[in-house]
């Protein structure tokens, strides 16, 4: 009885005292496997603590203390140990906290990250064969946790380190934004800018509009833009007769904005650089087609890059960039036949490009001190990525950037970004909440459509819109 009163006492507690700033990530059900995953680190460090147990909340500061040393944008030394925790009194993480056989408050369980989150922990394994260890007596200090983890990973780190200038943001500052769907918002809702205010849209872009248009209605990873593109595409003949002097309706199309509500404010997340006018939009457009080429199925993937291709050639004014991507995706269909193919087709691209850009800043000193173009995924974040020296592993790779620009990225809810990263922006952006954007569900536009968008491919939406037009006349 005094544990349930303390359970309920604990859940009512105040919001701020709930959003009080810790450097451990807090991990869910939904979120355990991916994050750990995907965690640019070599060793991983999860707490299992009760939010009502008053010896985990007297513990809380001393695990943060050691977290801020690893975790975050300010993180003294990245890429060592990842820091997260689980609430084993949430109900819905029971699975989890059965997995690990947890049996006291707090329990610390060390190992490679990919191991937590794949693996299960049996105690009666002296040997720890799974990879996984369970700190038997739980250092009840920030000092002694230090450590205890210096002696694993071989250093002498202090709780008094103080940051070291890096050329290059941090692997942890990369990885959390990276699973936010806001620059991608942003690069979707800033494009249907740009194409609205150049006059881009005439009889030979119409074509190259409209099927950019029913590939987001139907893969874009936000709700609200799925939802906004599928909008436009049901008033589209509203908005623009065929014809070969035929024009679109400007001041309707400015009304029915392709992201709704969420309109470009030319801020950044992931895309932010450390100078004005470096990464933003042209990094925000990759990350839209990293995430749309990983949720197309596989009969779709050479209608996809053919779209992606008209796409650029019809509306990216950055003449180099644009013929360059052209010239790259000449004959990209002819050998794209699944997801697969097009997923490493992207990664492929975006590392060409990265180099031919890298060079040239390099030369010119033009690019961005803190995100010098690279070869990516480092092997911070993918250590399988690479094998046999320098060469890829294209499985791994795959297999990474699915994750990441799939999974991943939809189980991350925003508000759970670091508060710090946001605040440092020119201007505090509005991140959009998780049910607004990270719920993949269909478009509400009619019974038929939202039965069509669950079940389809965006050949289906071309169809609904077709049977529209009809309809009408």
Not at 146 to 171: C, F, M, P, Q, V
Not at 215 to 240: M, Q, T, Y
Not at 271 to 285: A, I, Q, V
Not at 406 to 431: H, M, N, Q, T, W
Request: charged content about 25%; some cysteine.
């Amino acid at each position: 009885m005094l544990l349930l009163l303390a359970a309920r006492s604990a859940s009512s507690r105040p919001l701020e005292e709930q959003e009080e700033a810790d450097a451990a990530v807090e991990l869910t059900k939904n979120s355990f496997n991916q994050t750990l995953w995907a965690a640019p680190a070599t060793f991983a460090l999860v707490e299992f603590y009760a939010h009502w147990c008053p010896v985990c909340r007297i513990y809380k500061p001393q695990y943060s203390k050691v977290a801020k040393l690893f975790n975050g944008r300010t993180a003294v030394h990245p890429g060592e140990v990842f820091m997260g925790k689980v609430d084993c009194a949430e109900d819905a993480n029971t699975p989890i906290c059965r997995r690990f056989q947890v049996d006291h408050y707090p329990s610390l369980y060390w190992g490679h990250p990919g191991k937590l989150a794949w693996e299960s922990f049996d105690p009666k394994d002296s040997k720890a064969s799974s990879g996984i260890e369970l700190i038997p007596k739980t250092p009840r200090t920030a000092e002694a946790l230090l450590a205890w983890i210096n002696e694993r990973i071989g250093k002498s780190y202090t709780l008094n380190d103080e940051a070291r200038e890096t050329t290059r943001a941090s692997i942890v500052e990369q990885i959390q934004p990276m699973m936010s769907l806001y620059d991608i918002e942003e690069s979707t809702a800033l494009s249907y800018k740009f194409i609205l205010q150049s006059e881009m849209l005439n009889a030979k872009t119409r074509a190259s509009f409209l099927h950019f248009l029913q590939l987001l209605a139907v893969h874009h990873p936000s709700k609200r833009c799925r939802e906004g593109s599928a909008n436009i595409l049901v008033h589209f003949e509203d908005i623009w007769l065929a014809g070969e002097n035929a024009k679109p309706n400007g001041d309707l199309l400015m009304r029915l904005q392709i992201c709704g509500e969420r309109t470009s404010t030319d801020e950044w997340i992931t895309c932010r650089g450390s100078k004005n006018y470096t990464r933003g939009y042209s990094c925000g457009l990759w990350l839209l087609f990293h995430a749309l080429s990983v949720r197309v199925e596989d009969s779709e993937s050479k209608t996809a890059i053919q779209t992606i291709r008209d796409f650029i050639a019809s509306f990216f004014n950055c003449e180099d960039c644009r013929d360059h991507f052209l010239t790259m995706s000449t004959s990209a269909a002819d050998s794209i036949n699944s997801r697969r193919d097009l997923v490493l087709w992207f990664w492929r691209a975006h590392n060409q490009v990265n180099k031919r850009v890298g060079d040239a800043e390099a030369e010119s000193k033009t690019g961005d001190p803190k995100f010098p173009k690279q070869q990516w995924p480092p092997k911070e974040l993918c250590t399988a990525c690479k094998k046999d020296g320098d060469q890829w592993d294209e499985s791994a790779v795959y297999t990474f950037l699915t994750e990441l620009y799939g999974r991943a990225l939809v189980s991350i809810p925003e508000e759970k970004l670091d508060a710090a990263l946001r605040k440092s922006s020119k201007a505090e952006v509005a991140v959009p909440d998780e049910s607004s954007s990270t719920s993949r569900v269909a478009v509400p536009i009619g019974a038929a459509f939202g039965i069509g968008m669950a079940s389809c491919g965006f050949g289906i939406v071309a169809c609904f819109w077709r049977m529209q037009q009809k309809r009408k006349k």
